[in-house]
């Protein structure tokens, strides 16, 4: 098939339970000129025998065993470090792929040049491949607020990679994210919201049945930590809702005074009304959790954020 070459990147650690079926999905692609780079985390079951089977019966299939375990973001970095194609994307071993899925996606950005990076929605499985949900990501490009980030299927360019110099190995368990959001202030992406190009597995080992609760606070961490460069790049809605969801989020899940006076100001500064609205609803919540909030101190922070508002 004609067509840009695509490097299918497969991050893999005692992943032999549901491997087989995640590399049959890669090699039944309807889209064949690509390449999967399978990268063993230093695997302690028969993961390694595995990917020597596919390595053996496929020339599209190259296996790159890490001699230390270095986790997924690291993981992914050494498999597009060894990337022959212009086009990247990365799934896992407990995921697969509809037959059509990197075609569609292909497609999208042969035909749309400008678009940098595309992304789908994806149907949630159990462990016997049985429906148990639909995921959907939302468009960013309509508000970041809604955007769930880009799931587990998608394809970008080369140069997104690069641009971003890859994935953060700090970001352990939101090493995508991380990587999507940082891609979005200088990249075009294109929302495909089809769900059945991709089938991600729901099961007691996956992040989501783990550590859900861990990654929604560190996906705020690391929007924070963007927030200065995110702002010029979303509309001014979403700016004020950020700054509306930090408020809230410091000042009644944190405790943090300072942090939430912070926001607070910002939010004053582009809309009066929703600072005041947020202070009620804090003060509702105090209320609530049996956590008085003094009427002194509803006052000074009113003042505060007054004071902070007239800032230059």
């Known amino acids: 098939m004609n067509g840009p070459l695509v490097t299918i990147v497969l991050p893999t650690y005692n992943g032999s339970r549901y491997l ?3 590399l049959d999905s890669c090699l039944a692609q309807t889209y064949t000129n690509f390449e ?27 296996l790159i065993n890490n001699t230390v375990n270095k986790r997924l973001p690291a ?14 994307t990365w799934t896992s071993d407990d995921n697969y792929y509809a037959a059509d899925a990197i075609e569609k996606m292909v497609k999208v950005l042969q035909e749309k040049p400008e678009i940098d ?25 309509q508000s970041i607020i809604t955007w769930e980030g880009c799931g587990a299927c998608f394809l970008y360019k080369r140069a997104v990679h690069e641009r971003n110099k890859g994935y953060n190995v700090s970001a352990f368990m939101i090493e995508d994210y991380d990587f999507f959001l940082r891609a979005f202030m200088h990249s075009k992406f294109y929302y495909l919201p089809e769900y059945n190009v991709y089938y991600y597995r729901v099961h007691a080992a996956s992040l989501t049945g783990t550590m859900a609760s861990a990654v929604q606070d560190l996906q705020k961490i690391v929007v924070e930590k963007q927030l200065p460069l995110l702002v010029q790049h979303v509309s001014k809605r979403d700016e004020i809702l950020l700054y509306r969801k930090y408020t809230v989020f410091y000042a009644v899940f944190k405790e943090n005074g300072p942090k939430m006076q912070f926001y607070l100001q910002k939010l004053y500064r582009l809309s009066p009304s929703q600072a005041f609205i947020s ?12 956590v008085v909030v003094p009427f002194s101190f509803g006052i000074a922070l009113l003042k505060n954020i007054i004071s902070g508002g007239k800032e230059k």
């Open 36 to 62: 999967l780079l399978i990268v063993n985390d230093c695997s302690t079951d028969n993961t390694a025998a595995i990917a020597e089977e596919y390595v053996n019966r496929d020339p599209r299939v190259r």
């Open 75 to 88: 993981s992914l970095n050494i498999g597009f470090d060894e990337a022959k194609g212009s086009l990247f």
């Open 20 to 22: 087989r079926q995640s």
């Open 117 to 141: 990076l595309v992304y789908c929605d994806y149907i949630q499985v159990d462990d016997d491949n049985k429906q148990v949900g639909i995921m959907r990501f939302n468009d960013i490009n």
């Open 279 to 290: 202070f009620a609803y804090i003060t509702f919540r105090k209320i609530k959790g049996a």
